[in-house]
């Protein structure tokens, strides 16, 4: 009877380890499945066959935090580079140039010293400042673009990162109830790791094993995401992102990771102080002029006026010709101290001084500009670099995971092989054994 018993406990091991790599072969093409094996062992007592003692996923902890790591920091690249890109191209376009807008105005006033009493050369000083006005206003309106849909995309993060926090949650309720009742939690612990890899995506991540089965998740700053089975809900506020979890509040900023840390870097280091500069070189801009401007005097005779209003807080998105000015108020007439010491008019209408004035004055006007354009470039190739990098340490993060968790055909049918022989063996000695027992009855 022991041959027998030795052979059946041999048959059920063999038939385990052939559902479990069937079950392999089968998910070989679904995404975060971990290939299971069956693991044996010799049974207690001499010559008594052996024991199924558990169907194992084969799982690295270290590689699967490399592939939530080198995912989160590929998100917030690639979420910084989808705005800073744009920003670059908006500002660096040279249909929106603010140096050529700038010398077309200093070409006008340039035009104009030949005949500075004709109305018309006046008037192209007006139009050339329109045409400058126009492209201003096309930056800020891409720029507030920017600004919208940068807001409407983090809502739409906040919401799927809600509902993939949640699904976590309830994935950890699952396990604890299946562990408990010692019943299979490898698919669910599956699935849990795929939605754990897609909300590394999107916040950096820390993670923690508790002894039930369950797993806590937290930004790399500690605010908590998922606790065993309470979840946390991810709002935003304009461009302000916040985590909250059972009664409780955490800010995430640009540090927080993934693509919400791209997205946030967009927003505080890119689009956000590439209008503050834009603001300071328009303002600059538009005071220098009005300031030469007051230096000089129209075709009446009269102290110039401003050719620019603006209100300060929004210098880009409000900036304007005066609506008082007219050609012929244009003060391109030199001004100079009379022996009262009173500051006149030093010429008639032909006389053009305080247009050399005018174009000296703006000439380093479009200095910061350039500058900007250049940190753009240059922090824009460099987050690209970054994505390289990032997308590479990702896929050989993924191929680690898929080497040593993944399902090997070639591999999976050699175990195929080895246990329909172990299985077959194990029936021979059925067989042997029962043959063996009917010899032994025919000779009484």
Known sequence: ????????????????????????????????YSRQTANFETAGSALSGVNVVSVERIVD???????????????????KQSYLGYIE???GTETLNFNDAITEISHSFSAAATTPDSLAYRQAIISASESFLQDLAQMNGAIEGQLNQLSLEMDNLALNSSSTTAQIAELNSKIIDAEAKHLPTAELKDNRELLIKELSGAIGIAITDRDNGSLDISTLSGAPLVIGTKAAEITVSGTTVSAEIVGQSFQLNDQVGGRFGGLISADTQVIKPTFESLNTLVKDFADTMNTALSEGFDLNGTAGIALFEYDPVNPVGTININPL????QLALIGGEFDGGGIWVAAGGTGDNANIANIVASIADSGSGFTSLVGELGI??????NSILTSTTLYDNAIQARDSRSGVNLDEEAASLIHFQQMYSANAKVITTADQMFNSLLNMF
């Not at 385990?16 to 069937?22: F, Q, S």
């Not at 392999?24 to 093409?29: D, I, K």
């Not at 000015?325 to 012929?328: F, G, V």
């Not at 922090?379 to 690209?384: F, L, M, R, W």
């Open 1 to 32: 009877m022991s041959m027998i018993n030795n052979a059946i406990s041999g048959l059920n091991a063999a038939n385990v380890a052939l559902t479990v790599a069937g079950q392999n072969v089968a998910n070989a093409a679904v995404e975060g």
């Open 325 to 328: 000015i007219t050609p012929d």
């Open 61 to 79: 902890a270290f590689l699967n935090d490399d592939i939530w790591r080198t995912s989160s920091a590929l998100g917030y690249y690639e979420g």
């Open 379 to 384: 922090s824009s190739q460099q987050n690209i």
């Open 89 to 91: 191209e908006l500002i």
